[in-house]
């Protein structure tokens, strides 16, 4: 059975044009956790910038920085304190305009992440908004509101935040304010122009120091229903895209009037050439995400369908299939994640039984399943590879090319996630996938740093690390390399032709062709499938034979066809 995806957009020859994030690999550094320069323990933006050349020789096409902003680290630096500064624990702004040189110079876009729902509580305007009176202009930037009962000491709202917790916090002047995070977020009132107004300097501010594009967080929050009075909504868990209406009538997530601030912002990006790009993260139905990833918006979205999906082969199938689609609908590419800093790294995720309670088994220290890491890392190599091979963007996360896992046994007292206390321990939190670097076999913190590290790293980080990888064919660097490398050689178009169908996938095997004659197969089984015939370029595991084995993708290239 052959389907084909017809090329929709540009050759790589345009990489250096305006479309260079079509099919982009892009790497994410949560600085914090890749490099630290001055032995604080936190890794900071002269560690990143000496690393960059790990990327280069990585081979992706962009470095995504998660925030480095001036932070209270309420929310690992999702809290932002100034939107238009460097945390003085990671550097200065010098230090900020010393990494963008530093990657251009090394052929790498940069991309920095905007946080436009909430600011941190210690940002000047809401420190401003405290000292006001209710009803005052301060105030009118964030969300306050009097509270329900008989003396206003019920939340205004039923609203849960998403870590946990009433979505309000009440003030000693009895007025409650918004935070659909931690309290210390609270949320902007995007109905304000002043909101708006600040958000458009603040995108001028960074693109006009280089930089290429955005990461733009909870893209999905900002516009919201505030005529008075607010509605309930039935205390649904606050976060879940599954319960979302489909017409954009829930009160703060996804509604139609999110879009006219992208618009506004594609003013903005388009002032520049080439334009500044952007990407949505917005836990929205699938109906819905096409709108933020449109030229007229934000030009991409996230599709998290991937990464939540499970390594079956008939799941994968409609989940790409489905991506495509809408990317294609949107006038987008499609972009692929397998692993970030808010989820359970993907070489222990798929190392789990597929039922197993992730959060469950985070609880129980990683003992209960124990995993299989072994059989974790060559799922989630054939993961990577099937994504690699697909067309559009793939977001990398740092730490995967290692095939690090998930820290699953950190010591409760060591966890800064407040998912950790939000939740009153029912969650223990994303601190597992963000623990520094391990750069070095051995040394203070395994290279991350000369004085510690922010997280404690296991004992095993040293054979993980860099140092410990590289040269080795068959450990995941040199697969990631390899990969990335070869990515580059074979990408032509946007183009996919499946050539296995329903049948095969209920086998377990996916195959597509790329134009060119560059041929993926994935075997999500436990017994070997056929190879396509042709010149083997890559496999996630070794294929000895005519075979490819359980568990495994595989890149073939036949002669032209
Ligand atoms: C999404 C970010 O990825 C996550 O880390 C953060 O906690 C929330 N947005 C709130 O900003």
Same mark, same amino acid.
């Given at each position: ?11 790589? *020859? ?79 702004? %010098? ?5 963008? *040189? ?7 876009? $940069? ?31 964030? $969300?306050? &509101? ?7 000491? !019920?939340? +205004? ?30 949320? @902007? ?5 002043? #909101? ?25 929050? !900002?516009?919201?229903?505030?005529? *008075? ?15 979302? +209406? ?28 080439? =334009? ?7 836990? $929205? ?18 599709? @998290? ?24 609908? *949107? ?5 692929? $994640? ?14 789990? +039984? ?7 088994? !985070?609880?129980? %220290?990683?003992?209960? +399943? ?14 990577? !590879? ?30 800064? %996630? ?21 750069? &070095? ?46 990515? &580059? ?40 499938? =056929? ?10 595991? =070794? ?12 890149? #073939? ?5």
């Amino acid at each position: 059975m052959t389907v084909r995806y017809h090329a929709a957009g540009t050759d790589t *020859a345009h990489r250096d044009t305006r479309d260079w994030w079509r099919q982009a690999v892009v790497y994410q550094v949560y600085p914090r956790s890749f490099a630290d320069s001055d032995g604080d323990g936190i890794g900071d933006l002269p560690g990143a910038t000496s690393r960059l050349g790990h990327l280069a020789a990585l081979g992706v096409d962009a470095v995504w920085l998660s925030p480095f902003y001036p932070s209270e680290l309420a929310d690992g630096g999702y809290d932002v304190a100034d939107y238009r500064d460097v945390d003085p624990r990671l550097g200065t702004l %010098d230090d900020f305009d010393a990494l963008v *040189a530093e990657a251009h110079r090394l052929g790498l876009k $940069v991309m920095v992440d905007i946080v436009p729902n909430h600011s941190s509580d210690q940002h000047a305007w809401f420190q401003e908004a405290l000292r006001s009176a209710p009803g005052s202009a301060a105030r009118e930037r964030y $969300v306050f &509101r009097a509270g329900k009962g008989e003396h206003g000491e !019920l939340p +205004p709202t039923d609203w849960v935040s998403c870590f946990g917790g009433p979505a309000w916090t009440r003030l000693p002047d009895g007025w409650w304010y918004l935070h659909l995070f931690a309290p210390q977020q609270p949320d @902007f009132n995007w109905d304000n122009p002043e #909101v708006r107004a600040d958000f458009r300097t603040t995108l001028r501010f960074w693109s006009d120091r280089g930089v290429d594009g955005f990461r733009v967080d909870v893209a999905h929050g !900002l516009a919201k229903d505030l005529a *008075a009075p607010l509605r309930d909504i039935g205390a649904v868990e606050a976060c879940e895209p599954r319960d979302l +209406p489909e017409d954009g009538s829930h009160p703060f997530w996804d509604r139609d009037e999110v879009h006219e601030i992208f618009r506004d912002w594609r003013g903005v990006f388009d002032e520049y050439d080439p =334009p500044r790009v952007a990407v949505a993260e917005a836990w $929205v139905r699938n109906s819905r995400r096409t709108a933020y990833a449109t030229p007229q918006e934000l030009g991409q979205a996230f599709n @998290f369908d991937f990464l939540e999906a499970a390594l079956r082969a008939g799941v994968l199938r409609a989940c790409i299939d489905t991506a495509l689609a809408d990317a294609r609908a *949107a006038g987008a590419t499609a972009t692929w $994640v397998l692993s970030n800093h808010d989820v359970i790294r993907h070489a222990s995720r798929h190392g789990l +039984p597929e039922a197993c309670d992730a959060e469950a088994w !985070l609880l129980s %220290d990683g003992r209960r +399943p124990a995993l299989d890491r072994e059989d974790g890392l060559r799922r989630a190599l054939a993961a990577t !590879l099937l994504m690699l091979a697909l067309p559009g963007s793939g977001y990398l996360y740092q730490g995967e090319e290692l095939g690090l896992p998930e820290v699953a046994d950190l010591d409760r007292a060591a966890l800064q %996630d407040p998912v950790w206390t939000r939740s009153q321990g029912r969650s223990k939190g994303r601190d597992g996938c963000r623990v520094p670097l391990p750069w &070095r076999r051995d040394g203070s913190s395994y290279g991350f740093g000369s004085g510690g590290s922010w997280l404690p790293q296991p004992p095993y980080w040293g054979e993980v690390s860099v140092e410990a990888q590289e040269g080795d064919p068959a450990a995941p660097l040199e697969v990631y390399r390899t990969a990335l490398r070869l990515r &580059r050689r074979l990408l032509a178009d946007e183009a996919l032709e499946w050539l296995s169908g329903p049948d095969e996938a209920a086998g377990g095997l996916l195959h597509f062709r790329r134009s060119g004659g560059w041929h993926c197969v994935t075997n999500l089984s436990d017994t070997p499938q =056929p190879l396509p015939g042709g010149t083997l370029l890559l496999s996630s595991a =070794p294929v000895t034979g005519e075979r490819l084995p359980p568990w495994t993708t595989a890149w #073939v290239r036949t002669a032209t066809e």
